[in-house]
């Protein structure tokens, strides 16, 4: 944790965080009294004119997220917190899910008042069992307070809140998959359109999905007021966003970091510089699934929505992966589509194939019996996944393999012995790949 | 069938968190392997039983998520995430000394019934990687020096790792081991 302007963690190094006494002593639970006496809608308006936008990945607005939910639905309306983090090099929900649990819950409520949703569910990671615990005494500690449950904070409204535990899967951090997770299915992607759970989400009723640090966030707009808010970070992201700096740094750890704020400057400063005095050769983004950046790309470059965006990479959860100058990049490779192989959730074909084919090449190339053609090959197979599933998992294999090999071409044709026929249209030819 | 008297309670309450039986199935499928120690014909038949649903769909969901097994794991199953954060930290090193200390493979149980190991993907520790996963509990900022000191512990201590669903509660661990050492 940072020495900046801590806003979402200012109480996290509190030993006593965690318990709803301590959370009360710092002012929790004041906030959501205040929002139960606003007009929902007001409330919804207070989050759009905050800025604040979705922090799992997407970065999609969260107050026009809530709006999109249907007044006077005759359906009953669904609130969930998405904190099935999974993402490479991701692991600030974690954080917030130890330590300041009743941060959580008091932005969920915040987010059931403005939808007017009666009933909630936390969609935690099935390995996170002490976190699990915590949220879990949180949620028994609130409803013994009757800050959950029927007419909560003595205000007339009733909410009710369930703590569900994955059992892993990646793909359930996907919101359609999570959901139908939570109804007790696969967890696969759903088709679109609709394209926002709003209308149609969990059994098929309005539904509003949001990541654990968004909803946490939430309470934080509330507290410091929406034009207080929007004064923090850039024209367009605004706020504060965890970051999970990881790999090859002295200090990795979750930091809070105001959004606009340099990288190199945060990998120098914050982290520590790259570990035992070595230069940096890359970074992954906001996880594994945009493409990678070179130290020479890094120049200029914000920790923002839209500075990340335009150098070719993506915000994405906040995570970052550091790697140093003697990294190989095709062990990296070669690890994050393992990655994507693995976790494919085997729906669409062209990833459920595709993903494991980049995987194998990837390994074959690694394993020295790569072949002239190898290289296209990879591109070839990413161009039939990008753009033809269901999820935006399968543009994750594309743009994660793609990122290393254009970023770092020569360390992938170093690697080929040419010992193999060289096929000019060879990427259309998988059938040489038969036991690989 | 029927399990124990508290394995059929606490489903029973489970199952009343959710507007539908079937939201039930996931929590059903971790209380039948708590219970009989890995999904079996018998487990999955009793998922189906209590949650009304096909039994060919709670196969699917079985076989589906990573964390149903179909066969018995050791007492202790030693969990490394190899994924490239932890990688980058020593990963490798790790699953090296797993291999050399029990010469298992990934999935194997050691023939006293104490140890398994599995490579798994990011476990969401990222920041204090190398990690590795004992049953529920997470060990963090490992070495192979620090893994050796705690697998030694655990056979001599033989402490309770394991969340469990039907009590809805934890183990508690190595005596005066961090639960998390996230920062």
Known sequence: MGNHRQILLANIKEADQHTLAGYESRGGYSVIRRVLGMEPLKAIEEVKKSGLRGRGGAGFPTGVKWSYVPRNSRKPVYVVQNADEGEPGTFKDRLLLERDPHLCIEGMLICAWAVQSRRSFIYMRGEYCFPYMRVNQALADCYRAGYLGDNIFGSGFSHHMTLHRGAGAYICGEETALLESLEGKKGQPRLKPPFFPALAGLYGCPTVVNNTETLAACVRVFELGAEAYAQIGTAKSKGTKLISAAGHINRPGVYEIELGYPLERFIAEECGGVWHGRKLKAVLVGGSSFPVLRADELAGVNLDYESLQAAGSALGSGALIVMDETTDMLAAACNIARFYAHESCGQCTPCREGAGWVAKIFDRLAAGRGVVGDIELIESVCGQIAGHTICAFGDAVALAAQGFIRKFPEEFKARIKGAGKHLPNGAEDVSRLKGV | MKLSERAETALAEIKKKYPAEKSAVVPALYIAQEELGCLN???????????????????????????????????????????????????????EYLRDRFGLKPGQVSADGMWSYEEVECLGSCGTAPVCRINDHYFENLTPQKLALIIERLTVEKPDLSYSTILDSLGVGLKDYPKSEIV
């Open chain 2, 41 to 95: 014909e018998e487990a999955l038949a009793w998922v189906a039983e209590r949650t009304g649903v096909q039994p060919a769909h709670v196969r699917e969901l079985a076989s589906f998520y990573s964390m149903f097994y179909s066969r018995r794991l050791g007492r202790y199953n030693i969990q490394v995430c190899r994924t490239l954060p932890c990688a980058l930290r020593g990963a490798e090193k790790i699953v």
